[in-house]
C-alpha cells in the first residue's frame, strides 16, 4: 500500500490535482522486475513524494542546499553535481529544468538566499559543461531563470541576473542555435539603462550596461547566433548607451586610457575596473567603443541612423557641440580605418539633411565635421569629390540664402559659412598632395565666371568671394614640389583673372594663394611684410637653386605673371589696406627672385621694377602722391634684397646711394632709413626736402635704368633687355589664346618635298618673309627675337601683307631665309615675347578677315583652287626632275675611275678625282 508523504517538500511539489491509482502502483511495486518501470511512471507524473523515491539528479540538487538559511552553497555536494552532470550529459537537461524549478518556487517565496545558491549552481554547471553535446538545451533553461530574475521587478534579483548573463556570454557554444532569440533582454537591458527614480539607480544603469555588453559579445561572436544589428534591436541599444554619456562630462570620453582600438576589442567582460563598474559614463563609453568595434561595413548605418538621431532630439548639436565632437571621436578611433569614410559621408548627408534647419544646427554639424576629419585620414579618398562637391553644394546655398530676403540671422550663416570653409581646409589637409591639387581644380571650376560676373545675381559676387576664400584654405595645406604641378595652364588662367577682380579681397585672397604656393622653403613669415634691410643675411632666408622644370614652366608664363602684377599695381586704389596690398605684391616679387631665380628671370623682375618706377613717374597719371610714394618705397625693397642675393656689389651701392638720397632729401613717407641724422654742414638747400613730383628733378632719387643694366653686363649677364621696358599688355592665357587662322592648305610645306637638296626655289613662285620685331618703337637697341613664318603664295594672293618699314628684308635672301648666321643666332637665343606673338596673330587674322570681307567669295575661291592646281603641277615637275638627277648621279659614279671605258683590274687603277689627292 502506498502512503502519501507528509514532508514540507512533498506538499510543495505536489500538483494541486494529486490522485494515484493504488491497484496500478500495487501492481507493478509487487514485481520487482518491474520497479524501474514504476520508478518512471511516478517520475512523469509527479509522484516523487519522499527521497528514496526521487532521481540521482534530484537528490545531487537538493543536496547543494544547506540546512541554515545563512549558510551558502555547500561546495562538496556541489562538486558531486558537477561530476555527476559531465559523467552524464544526458542529464544536463533535466538538472537545469529542475534548478529553474526551485529557483522560482524561492523566488516566489522571497527565499533570495536559495534564489542566489540556485543561480550560482547555474553559473558553475554552465562553466563546467560547457563543451557538453546538451549545453543548448540547458543554456535554454539558463535563460528561462535569467528572465524570471528579470521579470521579478527587484533590483538586487535584476543585478543577480544581469552578472549571470555577463557569465553565460563569455561561454563559446559549439553547436548553433536558431530559434534563441534576445528581443526581452535587449527590452529589459535597455530599460535599466534608463532608471533614474531608484535609490540604487547608478548601479542599475551600470547592470543595464553591462548587459548590452553581453548581447552584443554573445551576438558578434558567433555567426550562427542570432543579429542583433536590426534597426529595431539599434533603436534600443544605441539611444540606452548615448543616454549614459550625458551625465558623465563631455570631455571624459576623449580620456587616452578609454580609447579602444578597433583590433584589440573586448575578449571577455569581466575585465573591466572597478572604476567602470560603478561609473554608468565611463561603462557607457566602452560600450559604444565595443560597439562600433564589432560593427561590419554593412551594419554600421544601423548605428548611426539612431545615433544621429539621438543627437538631433536631444539638442546636441548646438554650439559648442562639445559632445557630438567627443561621440564622434570616439567612433572614429573604435571602427576600422577603411571604414572612416562612411563615417564622414553619413555625417555629411545629415547635413543634407538638416539643410532648411536653424543656421546653429548647420554649424555644429560642420564643426563636428570639422573637428572629426584629420583622425580619417586617407580613407576618405574613393568619394574626394563626392564628399567635397556636397560641402562646396551647401556653400553655394548657404551663400545664395544669406543674400535672399528669406535669411533671419546673416550673422549665423556667416558663421556656418566660415565653419564649412575650415572643414574643407581641415577635409584638405588629410589628403595626400595630388589629392590636394584636385581639390583646388575643383574649387577652381565652381567659381563664377568673370567675364560675366556684371551680369550675375549678387550672391554670385558674394560666391566667388566665398570661394576664393575657400581655395586659399585649401592652398596653405599644400607643400608644392614642382610649380608645373599645380599651376596648370586653367589654374594659373584662373588666378590670373582671379587677381584683377573687381573685389578688392578677392584680389588680395588671390595674392595670398600665389604666396602659399610659390613658398617651398617657409620664407614666407620673412618676406610677408618686408622691410629695408642692410644685410639680408639676417633675414635666415632659404634659398637653392631653381630646377630645370621650375625654369622651364617660368619661362613660359613669364609675361604673363609679370604684367599682370603690374596690371594689379595700377589698379589698387587708395586707402588703408593700400599697403597691405602693395606688401602683397612685393612678397610675390620676392618669393619669385628666391624660388624661381635664375638669370632670365631675375632680369624680367629688374625690367618689371623699373617699369613701375616709370609708372610712378608718370605725372599723366592720376594716382596719389601716396601710392607713389608705396610704389617707389616697393621697389627699392625689392631691389635692395635681390642685388643682395646676387652678390654684385656694385649694384648693391647703387641701391643703397639711392635709398640713402631719398632718406635725406626725399619726402618723410619715402625714408626706408630711419636712423639718418642731417649734418649741420649741409646748407638749407641741400637740407630742404623735395616733394614726390620733384624726385625725378633730382639726381640719384630714382634707380638708373643705364647703371642697373652696366652692374648686369660687369658681372657678366645679358643685360640688353633691361634697357627694354616691360610691354605690359592685357595677357591672355596660353590655353585661352586662339591659334592664328592658317593661310591656305600649301602654306608650310616642306622645302625637301618639292625639290633637291641644294636646289634654287622656282621664280614663278613668291617667297614671302613674316617676321615681325618685338622691340618697341623707341628702343634704341633692336633685339627682340624675330617670329618668322616662311611659305610660299601665288601672285596677287589674297594673304599679302604690307612691307615692313624698318628694312628687315634687307638681311633676308630670295628663299626667305637670314643670310648671315649671327643673325641666326640673335634671332634663336633671343627669348619669346608672348605679347608680339599674340599682335602678331591678330594682325594676320585682321589681314584675312579684311580680304575675306572685301573680295567677293566666288573670286577667292577660284584662286585658291588655281593656287592648289599650280602647285601640284609644280610638286610633280620637281618630282620628276629629281628622280632624273639621282639617276645621272648613279651612272657618273658607276663611270669614275674607268680609263677608256673599260673596268679597272684593281684598286691600284682607279683614277680617283684631283679632290682626293693631298
Not at 768 to 776: A, G
Amino acid at each position: 500500500m502506498i502512503k502519501e508523504c507528509d514532508c514540507e517538500e512533498c506538499q510543495d511539489s505536489r500538483p494541486a490535482s494529486f490522485s494515484i491509482d493504488l491497484s496500478t502502483a500495487v501492481e507493478y511495486i509487487l514485481c520487482i522486475r518491474s520497479y524501474r518501470a514504476a520508478r518512471n511512471y511516478a517520475a512523469m507524473n509527479g509522484l516523487y513524494c519522499c527521497v528514496p523515491c526521487k532521481p540521482r539528479y534530484r537528490r545531487l540538487v537538493d543536496n547543494i542546499y544547506p540546512r541554515a538559511i545563512n549558510e551558502g552553497l555547500i561546495n562538496m555536494q556541489m562538486q558531486k553535481l558537477t561530476f555527476y552532470a559531465i559523467s552524464h550529459p544526458e542529464k544536463l537537461e533535466r538538472i537545469g529544468e529542475y534548478l529553474v524549478q526551485r529557483m522560482a518556487r524561492d523566488l516566489a517565496r522571497l527565499r533570495f538566499v536559495q534564489v542566489k545558491i540556485a543561480v550560482e549552481a547555474m553559473d558553475q554547471l554552465l562553466e563546467a559543461c560547457h563543451s557538453s553535446p546538451s549545453l543548448v538545451q540547458f543554456t535554454e533553461n539558463h535563460l528561462r531563470m535569467v528572465q524570471k530574475l528579470l521579470e521579478s521587478n527587484i533590483p538586487a534579483m535584476e543585478q543577480l541576473a544581469t552578472t549571470s548573463f555577463v557569465k553565460f556570454s563569455n561561454i563559446e557554444e559549439n553547436s548553433p542555435s536558431y530559434h534563441r532569440q534576445y528581443d526581452f533582454f535587449i527590452s529589459k537591458f535597455s530599460q535599466m539603462c534608463h532608471s533614474s527614480h531608484d535609490e540604487q539607480w547608478k548601479a542599475m544603469r551600470c547592470a543595464g550596461l553591462r548587459g548590452l555588453r553581453g548581447v552584443v559579445w554573445k551576438s558578434v561572436t558567433d555567426g550562427l547566433h542570432p543579429t542583433i544589428w536590426e534597426r529595431q534591436h539599434m533603436d534600443k541599444i544605441v539611444p540606452s548607451i548615448l543616454f549614459n554619456l550625458h551625465d558623465g562630462g563631455e570631455e571624459a570620453s576623449l580620456a587616452p586610457e578609454c580609447i579602444v582600438s578597433s583590433r584589440n576589442v573586448f575578449s571577455t567582460l569581466d575585465d573591466e575596473n572597478e572604476r567602470d563598474r560603478d561609473d554608468p559614463h565611463a561603462l557607457s563609453d566602452l560600450c559604444l567603443r565595443e560597439l562600433m568595434g564589432k560593427a561590419t561595413f554593412g551594419s554600421m548605418r544601423a548605428v548611426m541612423d539612431p545615433l544621429l538621431k539621438h543627437l538631433d532630439l536631444h539638442k546636441k548639436w548646438q554650439p559648442p557641440p562639445n559632445f557630438a565632437i567627443a561621440l564622434f571621436k570616439a567612433i572614429l578611433y573604435s571602427i576600422q580605418t577603411q571604414n572612416s569614410y562612411f563615417v564622414i559621408q553619413e555625417l555629411i548627408n545629415h547635413l543634407d539633411t538638416m539643410a532648411s534647419s536653424n543656421a546653429k544646427i548647420r554649424i555644429g554639424i560642420a564643426t563636428v565635421l570639422s573637428s572629426i576629419v584629420n583622425i580619417a585620414g586617407t580613407s576618405i579618398g574613393p568619394l574626394l569629390l563626392s564628399i567635397f562637391n556636397s560641402l562646396l553644394k551647401h556653400l553655394r546655398t548657404s551663400v545664395e540664402f544669406q543674400q535672399s530676403t528669406y535669411c533671419p540671422n546673416k550673422e549665423d550663416e556667416t558663421t556656418y559659412q566660415e565653419t564649412l570653409i575650415n572643414a574643407m581646409g581641415d577635409f584638405a589637409n588629410a589628403l595626400p598632395d595630388y589629392q590636394k591639387v584636385e581639390m583646388m581644380m575643383f574649387t577652381v571650376g565652381n567659381i563664377p565666371s568673370l567675364s560675366a560676373l556684371n551680369e550675375c545675381k549678387s550672391s554670385d559676387s558674394f560666391l566667388q568671394h566665398v570661394l576664393v576664400k575657400t581655395l586659399l584654405k585649401v592652398a596653405t595645406k599644400y607643400r608644392t614640389a614642382y610649380l608645373a604641378t599645380v599651376f596648370t595652364d586653367s589654374f594659373l588662367a584662373t588666378l590670373l583673372r582671379l587677381s584683377m577682380a573687381a573685389d578688392p579681397q578677392v584680389r588680395l585672397n588671390t595674392l595670398y594663394i600665389f604666396h602659399t604656393l610659390l613658398d617651398r622653403h617657409d620664407n614666407i613669415g620673412c618676406l610677408t611684410h618686408l622691410g629695408y634691410s642692410l644685410d639680408v643675411s639676417d633675414l635666415q632666408l632659404t634659398v637653392e637653386k631653381c630646377s630645370r622644370a621650375d625654369q622651364m614652366f617660368i619661362r613660359k608664363h613669364t609675361n604673363h605673371l609679370l604684367t599682370t602684377l603690374y596690371k594689379c599695381v595700377q589698379k589698387e586704389g587708395e586707402g588703408a589696406e593700400l599697403v597691405e596690398r602693395l606688401d602683397a605684391i612685393q612678397c610675390i616679387l620676392c618669393l619669385l627672385c628666391i624660388e624661381v631665380g635664375y638669370d632670365e628671370m631675375l632680369l624680367e623682375l629688374f625690367r618689371l621694377s623699373l617699369t613701375l618706377q616709370d609708372y610712378a613717374l608718370d605725372t599723366t597719371s592720376k594716382i596719389s602722391d601716396e601710392k607713389r610714394m608705396r610704389v617707389h618705397n616697393m621697389i627699392a625693397k625689392f631691389l635692395n634684397l635681390s642685388s643682395q642675393l646676387m652678390a654684385l656689389p656694385s649694384l648693391c651701392q647703387h641701391i643703397q646711394q639711392v635709398v640713402a638720397k631719398r632718406a635725406s632729401r626725399g619726402p618723410p613717407l619715402m625714408n626706408l632709413v630711419q636712423d639718418v641724422v642731417e649734418t649741420e654742414e649741409e646748407d638749407d638747400e641741400e637740407r630742404r626736402r623735395i616733394t614726390i613730383g620733384e624726385i625725378n628733378e633730382q639726381s640719384g632719387m630714382i634707380f638708373d635704368r643705364a647703371v642697373i643694366a652696366e652692374c648686369l653686363k660687369a658681372a657678366g649677364k645679358d643685360s640688353s633687355r633691361v634697357i627694354i621696358p616691360l610691354s605690359c599688355v592685357t595677357p591672355l592665357s596660353p590655353s585661352l589664346t586662339p591659334p592664328p587662322l592658317p593661310l591656305s592648305p600649301s602654306a608650310f610645306e616642306d622645302e625637301d618635298s618639292g625639290r633637291g637638296r641644294g636646289e634654287r626655289r622656282d621664280v614663278d613662285v613668291d617667297s614671302l618673309d613674316l617676321s615681325f620685331d618685338s622691340s618697341p618703337p623707341d628702343s634704341p637697341v633692336r633685339t627682340g627675337r624675330r617670329n618668322t613664318a616662311v611659305f610660299t603664295l601665288a601672285p596677287n594672293s589674297i594673304f599679302t601683307l604690307l612691307p615692313s618699314t624698318d628694312g628687315i628684308y634687307s638681311e633676308m635672301s630670295t628663299t626667305g631665309l637670314p643670310i648671315s648666321v649671327q643673325y641666326l643666332r640673335t634671332m634663336v637665343n633671343t627669348p619669346m615675347d608672348a605679347v608680339e606673338e599674340e599682335k602678331r596673330a591678330m594682325e594676320m587674322t585682321s589681314t584675312v578677315v579684311e580680304q575675306l570681307r572685301s573680295r567677293p567669295f566666288e573670286d577667292i575661291s577660284d584662286e585658291i583652287c588655281a593656287h592648289n592646281e599650280e602647285g601640284d603641277i609644280v610638286r610633280y615637275c620637281r618630282t620628276v626632275s629629281r628622280l632624273l638627277a639621282r639617276n645621272s648621279e648613279s651612272v657618273r659614279m658607276s663611270e669614275m675611275g674607268r680609263t677608256g671605258g673599260a673596268r679597272p683590274k684593281d684598286i691600284f687603277n682607279i683614277q680617283l678625282p684631283s679632290s682626293y689627292i693631298y
